[in-house]
């Protein structure tokens, strides 16, 4: 389910749950916590995060099966998704993501939460709640925010297409993106540079970064709101229908109800 390799202070942890097309069940974050937890220890400087080489889908997103029933939120604090973003987000030492095939889903907030990312020139990623009326919560919007502008935020949540990496990489989402032979190279040559700077001083920009990025006021008046906007979705019939139709493997029919 997700494979572990460290050598020359550089981690590997590589998705391996094609059965299940890289799904974020609650095992694999599991597993990528208690890795990233040996990572400190072990005195990791870099860790790269990728799928199996020649994968088509390098994460379909967060695992369907485990979304809950209408009437629960289906992104609350526990959920693995936010978990992994959280594990990221606050490890000390830079996580690179390198992307090869189709992103879906969670698996984009994922990858935007991750400090650098180098893709394959053909790879896409397609951030798909409103095809599943799930709705997103303030924190993983704000991971969008800090990766994209404003217009192309609401053009992948909203539009629930596919956007090339070439295109990210244009509006400066993606650090880098080559030809899939250079992949690995081009991938963990920056790991290797990153790793002979000063981990103490990476580790110390890493977080202030974190905090700045973060650093966004809201009232608690308009907290509620948006936690009772977000219940109405969950709540909804439509939110029933967009679970029930993706595992029927059909188009929904959204009535707004």
Request: net charge neutral; charged share 25%.
């Amino acid at each position: 389910m997700l494979q572990i390799h460290v050598a020359d202070h550089i981690a590997t942890l590589t998705l391996d749950r094609e059965q299940r097309r890289n799904a974020l069940c609650e095992e694999m974050v599991q597993s990528f916590a208690a890795a990233l937890d040996a990572f400190r220890t072990a005195g990791v400087r870099c860790v790269v995060l990728r799928a199996r080489p020649g994968c088509k889908v390098w994460s379909s997103g967060h695992d369907i099966e485990e979304l809950p029933a209408a009437g629960l939120d289906p992104l609350a604090w526990r959920d693995p998704l936010r978990k992994l973003v959280r594990e990221i987000e606050t490890f000390p030492a830079p996580v690179i993501a390198m992307i090869e095939g189709s992103v879906w889903g969670g698996a984009c907030e994922t990858v935007f939460a991750c400090d650098l990312i180098v893709a394959a020139r053909d790879a896409t990623f397609a951030a798909t709640p409103a095809k599943l009326n799930v709705p997103y919560n303030v924190g993983g919007l704000l991971t969008f925010l800090n990766a994209a502008n404003l217009r192309l935020a609401k053009e992948m949540l909203f539009t629930a297409a596919p956007v090339t990496a070439e295109r990210l990489c244009s509006l400066g989402v993606l650090n880098q993106v080559v030809d899939a032979a250079e992949l690995e190279e081009v991938t963990y040559a920056m790991a290797r540079r990153i790793a002979s700077n000063a981990p103490l001083s990476i580790s110390v920009m890493k977080e202030q970064l974190r905090i700045l990025a973060g650093a966004h006021t809201m009232s608690p008046e308009d907290f509620e709101r948006i936690q009772g906007l977000r219940r109405v979705v969950y709540n909804s019939q439509d939110y029933a229908e967009g679970i029930r139709a993706f595992k029927e493997k059909r188009k929904p029919e959204f009535k707004g109800e």
